[in-house]
């Protein structure tokens, strides 16, 4: 059974602070997802991550992906308050189809001044 | 282009009713996924419908149950409600990218308590 932990699961960050999320899964899988949620909303597409090694960057974070060590982590640079959110990643269950998403549990990052 | 949509928004049963959910998916998508979200569970697979086929089901008991119809558009179904079932229903539509990439969108999500 695939199992996705995320750690830490509460990050409180100052601005300009660098910081960053992981993901372990525990089976192998196709391909890994990072999502936001701000409170009271829905979920946000970040990133998608397919291959070993992949690395994809939009703004202030960077997300990369280990295959081998079913590892991905999202760095964040020089936090501003508009990152407060919840974030998750996501493990494409195995066997699954595109539709089938394993969640960790999400780590809920606060920014402050 | 419009989002995923969810009706409603809002919903408020008691122990023992049923109640349908409705999603309408990005045109064009074909694929549509449902999750449950609780504070005590995270985010839950609950199926995925393509072309109207059930293509995965997750971990729930046979109250939860879902369609799709030819238009795309899912519902989902849960009967005899329990207090447990108190969540967020989302639901996202896929759609394969031709880099071979494919990102779920998810709709605003149906707020479900049941007292």
């Known amino acids: 059974e695939l199992k996705v932990e995320q750690n830490p699961l509460f990050l409180s960050m100052q601005e300009g602070k660098n910081y960053t999320i992981y993901c372990n899964y525990s089976t192998t899988s196709d391909r890994l997802y990072w999502y936001r949620q701000d409170p009271g909303k829905s979920l946000e597409s970040l990133f998608v991550l397919l291959s070993n090694g992949a690395v994809k960057q939009e703004g202030r974070l960077m997300a990369s992906l280990d295959t081998k060590a079913r590892l991905s982590t999202l760095h964040i640079t020089a936090a501003v308050h508009d990152l407060s959110a919840t974030y998750f990643c996501?493990?494409?269950?195995?066997?699954?189809?595109?539709?089938?998403?394993?969640f960790g549990k999400g780590t809920k990052l606060s920014v402050k001044p | 282009k419009a989002g995923v949509t969810q009706t409603p928004r809002y919903l408020i049963k008691t122990r023992g009713q049923q109640v349908t959910l409705s999603c309408s998916p990005i045109?064009?998508?074909?694929?549509v996924s449902w999750y449950q979200q609780t504070p005590g569970q995270g985010l839950q697979f609950l199926f995925e419908y393509f072309s109207e086929t059930q293509r995965n089901k997750g971990n729930f008991p046979g109250r939860f149950s879902g369609r799709q119809f030819s238009n795309s558009r899912s519902e989902m179904n849960v009967s005899t409600l329990e207090l447990g079932d108190s969540a967020l229903y989302l639901c996202?539509?896929?759609?394969?990218?031709?880099?071979?990439?494919?990102?779920?969108?998810f709709g605003p999500g149906t707020r479900l308590t049941v007292l």
């Open positions: 045109s064009g998508h074909r694929s």
């Open positions: 996202a539509s896929s759609l394969v990218m031709g880099d071979g990439t494919d990102t779920q969108y």
């Open positions: 996501a493990v494409l269950n195995y066997g699954g189809s595109q539709g089938n998403l394993i």
